[in-house]
């Protein structure tokens, strides 16, 4: 909806944060005043109830620093532009507020940021370009609670115990977090390349085949280290005839993107439990009393390209409307560990176009800067704070239609959908986000030969640079300048149910599917992953057999199905008997098809599936737009990569002495404190709803979680103000090895067991080994 009171144009916001530097440095967040009660129930799971939004903020960011306050000051580290001056500027980043390769590339690239003040911009602003009013009371206590819990010198995980450079924090550190997160699909993408942009020195970078720029632009999205599942499930489909929840993210398992576990009350106002990204405020997947929510990644290009026609004899001059405009040019300085422990400032240029900074790749998309072209990236969530707002919103919802009209007013979700139900059974998906306002007529008419391909390809639109009007402009209902409207995303109510497991809003319901929308949001009438394919056929078996209860959707997470395994196990063991193989073909004909524990044969077939994908005639029956759940299928016993795929597998285990039926958890598990755990799911390529993603360690197998499920809620509505809930944070609330909760609900997770979540205050009163802890700003 159009909002009231002055509006900050983004172009001119970043404009003016470009020519005007603003101090970084802001008082430390005082506490007088606030207070918090912190209910601690089984797994170390915090319940926060304050009398007001400070208060809330304060006793959360304590609770949050307790936990895991090494991962959450690390991140502080990295957003001043630190990492270089601490630990040196070779070694490399987490990864969980870019994409940076180095500690050095991190740190010029927060720096340059810090240093042209956006962020201190947006947050002075009023909403909704900056935070709420709420939003910022929030965000104060959330400061003060970490720094008091800083300050009582109680940290055991010895990642940071004694650190140099730990120190508090402000008010302004939190929304910087914020506003980081809401670049991870943008310019956070591309941070080493953004760094590293520097104008031709003579030679002329070899220009990427349009072949080659096809295959990078099909892949932009697939080099994500997140992903997601979420099924809603309605009263058409239910058994109470109440709406049910499964929130299944798939989320890095040991930086500082890790999910953590909380409920947040204020009497009369807030009631919200759920999980949040380490730093956030407030919730932000969860469920009030009437209402469950969770978010997929979505397919939406955030961010779009312009392609710069340079002057001749000066790369770093360009054309627009026939006239010569020179990029700008920031010197950005940071200081770098050197091996004997002194610092020394080391400076690195970065180039700036009207349309945004200049990049050389957008994921395996090569945009070499040449002396006849170079390329920008204009990112709309550069201007973008607004995230917590809309988390907050969506915190209060009530129904599924709050939910819309909330998407709708704050537009802050920078690169997820919404999967959401309620009480009354009815269920949503939305993908309205923060997009680039290029639709596809728009597209058309400004894209540059190479994006028309790019465009086609993946929804990422190249613009032609010569023309202003190819800039993307002002849509009617946007609170922000160059947005895509509100009201062009896909938005889908159902009574039965709707799925995403991070392809687009097409076959949300295959009974409705969604068609007709702009390139850029997603595509229509393609194939799907398996993964898409498995929660779609998955819902339909249950509902064969019966209406959904809460336990029923429990198991259809952990029954831990391959779907690739259902589509050609069975072609493979006839390849395999023609091939003479002998043991591996009873191998796999025993295996139950599953990625459980106890599988025996999953391991093998994970292995032979990597390395069979690369096969063009691995199915007999294409994808077919008419059957894109079923499609395409039958496996393709000719298929001599295929074959060879086999004959790797088997010889790869055998090298490891690994045998050829151990059970899948004796090589897929984590150590945690020398504990081994054993762990079910599978791979992205193998179609598991329970998605784990782990490096293969040649003769042990997958030692150690990379990303994967993270926190899992499985909410159901049944008629009282206390929803019938099961969670589970797969990694345990607390990344400190000393933590009695480092381990515990990962010991949960391999055994495929839940916790039963307490929402009302009569429940949480009755937990065994309650512990309350009481804070008053000092």
């Not at 941070?191 to 990427?208: C, F, H, L, S, V």
């Not at 209860?549 to 429990?554: F, G, H, L, V, Y």
């Not at 894109?628 to 299928?633: A, D, K, M, N, S």
Request: net charge neutral.
């Amino acid at each position: 909806m159009p909002r009231t009171g002055p509006r900050i144009a983004g172009a001119a916001l970043l404009a003016a944060a470009v020519l005007t530097p603003v101090s970084a440095s802001a008082a430390t967040v005082g506490e007088g005043g606030m207070s918090a009660t912190i209910r601690y129930t089984e797994y170390g799971i915090p319940h926060i109830t304050a009398p007001d939004y400070a208060g809330l903020g304060y006793g959360t960011g304590y609770a949050a620093a307790k936990d895991n306050i090494c991962l959450i000051a690390q991140g502080v580290i990295t957003l001043h532009g630190e990492r270089s001056k601490y630990f040196g500027p070779d070694a490399s980043p987490d990864k969980a507020l870019s994409s940076a390769s180095t500690n050095l590339a991190s740190d010029v690239f927060f720096t340059a940021i810090n240093d042209s003040g956006i962020v201190e911009r947006l947050a002075a602003a009023p909403a909704p370009d900056g935070p709420t009013g709420e939003v910022r009371e929030l965000s104060r206590g959330w400061a003060a609670g970490y720094n008091r819990y800083l300050s009582e010198g109680k940290i055991t995980d010895p990642a940071c115990k004694g650190a140099a450079w730990l120190r508090p924090i402000t008010e302004m550190d939190v929304y910087r977090r914020g506003y980081a997160l809401a670049m991870l699909g943008g310019s956070g993408m591309v941070t080493d390349q953004i760094t590293e942009a520097a104008p031709p020195d003579g030679a002329q970078p070899k220009t990427a085949s349009l072949q080659k720029t096809a295959e990078g632009a099909r892949k932009l999205l697939a080099n994500t280290d997140m992903g997601s599942n979420a099924i809603a499930v309605g009263a058409d489909a239910t058994a109470n005839g109440r709406g049910l929840l499964l929130g299944n993210p798939h989320y890095p398992w040991h930086n500082g993107r890790r999910f953590w576990q909380m409920q947040q009350t204020i009497p009369g106002k807030l009631d919200v439990s759920g999980a949040a990204l380490l730093g956030a405020p407030s919730v932000n997947i969860g469920h009030t009393s009437t209402f469950a929510w969770s978010h997929t990644v979505a397919t939406g290009v955030p961010f779009s390209l312009t392609e710069l026609r340079l002057v001749p004899g000066d790369p770093t001059s360009y054309f627009v409307d026939g006239k010569i405009e020179r990029m700008t040019q920031r010197r950005v300085t940071v200081q770098v560990k050197q091996p004997d422990g002194s610092l020394k400032p080391v400076a690195k240029t970065q180039w700036r176009s009207r349309y945004g900074p200049i990049v050389t790749s957008v994921s395996s998309i090569g945009l070499p800067w040449t002396t006849w072209n170079a390329y920008a990236i204009t990112d709309p969530n550069a201007t973008n704070l607004r995230l917590a707002n809309t988390s907050l919103a969506l915190d209060k919802a009530r129904t599924t239609d709050d939910a819309v009209r909330a998407l709708k007013q704050t537009q802050g979700l920078p690169w997820v959908n919404t999967i959401a139900s309620d009480s009354r059974g009815e269920t949503l998906f939305a993908q309205i986000q923060v997009l680039p306002n290029v639709t596809n007529a728009f597209a058309d008419r400004c894209n540059s030969l190479l994006g028309h391909l790019t465009f086609r390809q993946a929804g990422l639109a190249i613009l032609d640079g010569t023309r202003s009007s190819c800039a993307p402009g002002n849509a009617p209902g946007t609170v922000q300048p160059g947005i895509l409207d509100p009201d062009r995303y896909p938005v889908l109510t159902r009574g039965d149910y709707v799925t995403n497991s991070n392809d687009s809003y097409w076959l949300s319901n295959p009974d409705e599917p969604l068609t007709g929308y702009d390139r850029i949001i997603g595509d229509e009438k393609t194939a799907r992953s398996l993964r898409t394919r498995s929660g779609i056929i998955s819902v339909r078996d249950q509902l064969a057999k019966s209406k959904f209860t809460r336990a029923d959707m429990q198991n259809l997470v952990f029954a831990n199905r391959n779907q690739a395994g259902e589509l050609a196990a069975a072609g493979t063991v006839e390849m395999c008997r023609d091939m003479h193989l002998g043991e591996p073909c009873d191998v796999l004909a025993k295996w139950d098809r599953t990625a459980n524990t106890d599988s025996r044969g999953a391991l093998l077939f994970d292995r032979y599936w990597r390395k069979a994908l690369s096969a063009w005639d691995l199915w007999k029956t294409p994808f077919n737009a008419s059957d894109p759940v079923h499609t395409p299928r039958d496996f393709n016993t000719g298929s001599w990569a295929a074959r060879k795929a086999l004959i790797d597998a088997v010889d790869e285990l055998r090298k490891s002495n690994i045998l050829l039926d151990a059970p899948l958890g004796d090589h897929q598990y984590v150590t945690r404190n020398g504990e081994k755990i054993p762990l079910a799911g599978g791979t992205e390529d193998l179609g598991i709803l329970n998605k784990i993603e782990a490096p293969w360690t040649p003769g042990k197998g997958y030692t150690e979680v990379t990303m994967g499920s993270s926190y899992i809620q499985v909410v159901s509505f049944d008629g009282d103000a206390c929803p019938d809930t099961r969670t589970l944070l797969t990694y345990s609330q607390s990344a400190d090895p000393t933590s009695p909760h480092y381990a515990d609900q990962t010991r949960l997770f391999s055994k495929n067991q839940w916790v039963t979540e307490r929402f009302c205050s009569n429940e949480i009163a009755k937990a065994p080994g309650l512990k309350v802890v009481t804070l008053t700003g000092k």
